[in-house]
């Protein structure tokens, strides 16, 4: 018997402009039942959902599926932020979608992403969530500190502005060279 799906988060947890506080005191509690549920890596393996930011600050980016356009356009840009960045803040980015995992490997080729992937091929956390589209969502520990829903496909939130809300740097999606004038 399925568990009943949680109601959806609604409203943005946190949206300073500030790095995100940590601590259990902290954002909005995920529900334990939503916290077990599997995701599975590239090599088919299961992988509690809440264990890939218990101990760890996290940008969780849900795509709608990898076959998406836009959603393929958004990975390759998330596919831009330097380790190095990440890193700095002590964050870590993932991307869930919604298929097979035999799918990530190639969707790695195809947008150059190389930070973490997961699948959740059965939607189940989507559906616990009550996410329809993409979403955005910042973790520390089991707590959500924000979540952004998409309205419709092209609504993602800007990256750079989650970037800034868990404190790292923004990333210069131009692709062209900074020039210094002396």
């Known amino acids: 018997m399925a568990a009943a799906a949680l109601p959806p988060v609604t409203r943005q947890v946190s949206g300073r402009a500030a790095a995100v ?17 599997p995701v599975l890596d590239a090599s088919g393996r299961r992988v509690p959902f809440g264990a890939l930011f218990r101990e760890r600050r996290a940008v ?4 709608r599926h990898f076959l998406c356009y836009i ?4 990975v390759e840009d998330l ?3 330097p380790k190095s960045f990440l890193q700095e803040a002590n ?24 930070h973490e992937i997961y699948v959740d091929p059965e939607r189940e956390i989507y ?24 309205r419709n496909r092209l609504d993602h ?10 404190g790292v740097q923004p990333v210069d999606f ?8 002396v």
């Open 91 to 114: 964050v870590t980015l993932i991307v869930i979608g919604q298929s097979s995992y035999h799918h990530i490997e190639p969707f790695c080729k195809l947008t150059g992403y190389s």
């Open 174 to 181: 131009t692709g062209r060279p900074s020039v210094t004038h």
């Open 127 to 150: 559906k616990r969530l009550g996410m329809k589209r993409g979403e955005e969502i910042a973790f520390s520990g089991n707590n959500i500190h924000f979540i952004h829903c998409d």
């Open 21 to 37: 506080p940590s601590g259990p005191e902290c954002g909005q509690p995920l529900a334990a039942a939503v916290a077990e549920l």
């Open 157 to 166: 939130k800007p990256i750079n502005a989650v970037l800034q809300l868990v």
């Open 60 to 63: 969780v980016v849900f795509v």
């Open 71 to 74: 959603c393929k356009e958004y």
């Open 79 to 81: 596919a831009k932020i």
